[in-house]
């Protein structure tokens, strides 16, 4: 019987459903595993399931010549080195779509609370702060009728782009290459420029994969082309964002705020965010659903048995 380890709690349903034909062990601690007690895990095993916190380096595989798949829950992947499992002749796998909808409404949560300063608020009311109502008192600003950038229109980006249309909200996007004019009308985007995209938007939404060549991709000079009244919205990847600088503009008021769920140095939070008013900060929750979780316990779970059937699986991520 094959056997697979599976590295962190996840949804019941993918133990159950592996464990009706293969050898499954699942990690039920609460903190995340070490190098070498991930190295210890997949000894003897035939597939990983492992976390998007977990860092799956050449040296974990190399540690175990029989490993067949990586399956990664998560739609991200930068976590593990696919060039030395494609060297080692491992598969790796994703988990796509299903965390579209719950990233995408986490997307518009966050623009919510940071242009509306809910948390702001909420912080007031607790600590007892309110006085009563005002007509000057704790103003924000509405979506209906502002300019929302997106930047990476894959499946997230345009699910934010169709949630946008019922705040009446006029989109423009930002990609690697251009949607058909067909594509372009039946989202109700215009294509433009990086430049334009950040000088033009009233928010500024990022919904890219990560890679190297991405690294600040949003640093210095992209957000000195932001308008002083634009807000950031980063639900995709921490490193895409040169933290430190973004922690000086907001500071210096060159763009009015930021919200964030994800962290350069995660789960670390560049020191000084979280002190500024102007900035909401979640703790990287963008598919934290239960149906969102759910469905990426069943895709992981069948990824796996297909590649130990001999399959291939729906969802193989490459390097390069």
């Given amino acids: 019987?094959?056997?697979?380890?599976?590295?962190?709690?996840?949804?019941?349903?993918?133990?159950?459903?592996?464990?009706?034909?293969?050898?499954?062990?699942?990690?039920?601690?609460?903190?995340?595993?070490?190098?070498?007690?991930?190295?210890?895990?997949?000894?003897?095993?035939?597939?990983?399931?492992?976390?998007?916190?977990?860092?799956?380096?050449?040296?974990?595989?190399?540690?175990?010549?029989?490993?067949?798949?990586?399956?990664?829950?998560?739609?991200?992947?930068?976590?593990?080195?696919?060039?030395?499992?494609?060297?080692?002749?491992?598969?790796?796998?994703?988990?796509?779509?299903?965390?579209?909808?719950?990233?995408a409404e986490l997307t518009f949560a966050l623009m919510l609370g940071i242009t509306r300063r809910i948390s702001e608020g909420e912080r007031l009311m607790r600590s007892g702060g309110f006085q009563g109502w005002?007509?000057?008192?704790?103003?924000?600003?509405?979506?209906?009728?502002?300019?929302?950038?997106?930047?990476?229109?894959?499946?997230?980006?345009?699910?934010?782009?169709?949630?946008?249309?019922?705040?009446?909200?006029?989109?423009?996007?930002?990609?690697?290459?251009?949607?058909?004019?067909?594509?372009?009308?039946?989202?109700?985007?215009?294509?433009?420029?990086?430049?334009d995209l950040l000088g033009e938007s009233d928010i500024v939404t990022l919904h890219l994969s990560y890679h190297k060549s991405l690294h600040h991709y949003i640093g210095d000079r992209e957000i000195g082309m932001m308008k002083d009244s634009a807000y950031l919205i980063n639900a995709a990847r921490g490193p895409l964002v040169d933290e430190k600088t973004l922690l000086k503009a907001l500071v210096d008021k060159r763009i009015a705020g930021a919200a964030l769920d994800v962290f350069e140095l995660e789960p670390e939070v560049t020191e000084g965010l979280e002190k500024l008013d102007n900035v909401l900060i979640t703790p990287h929750i963008g598919n934290a659903t239960i149906e969102a979780r759910t469905s990426m316990a069943q895709v992981a779970s069948e990824n796996i048995i297909d590649a130990l059937e001999g399959k291939v699986p729906k969802n193989i991520v490459r390097a390069g």
């Fill in 1 to 103: 019987m094959k056997k697979i380890f599976i590295t962190g709690m996840i949804p019941e349903i993918a133990y159950s459903k592996l464990s009706e034909s293969y050898d499954v062990t699942m990690n039920r601690g609460e903190k995340p595993l070490s190098k070498d007690q991930i190295v210890e895990g997949i000894k003897d095993k035939d597939a990983l399931l492992c976390i998007l916190s977990d860092r799956i380096d050449r040296e974990i595989m190399e540690s175990n010549p029989n490993l067949e798949i990586i399956a990664n829950y998560g739609a991200g992947f930068d976590n593990i080195d696919l060039m030395a499992a494609r060297e080692n002749s491992i598969l790796v796998t994703n988990t796509p779509l299903v965390s579209t909808v719950s990233t």
């Fill in 134 to 195: 005002a007509p000057m008192f704790h103003l924000g600003t509405q979506l209906e009728g502002k300019k929302l950038g997106i930047i990476g229109m894959g499946n997230i980006g345009k699910k934010v782009a169709r949630i946008a249309k019922g705040f009446q909200m006029e989109v423009v996007y930002h990609n690697r290459s251009r949607m058909s004019e067909f594509e372009e009308k039946e989202y109700s985007v215009q294509y433009r420029s990086l430049e």
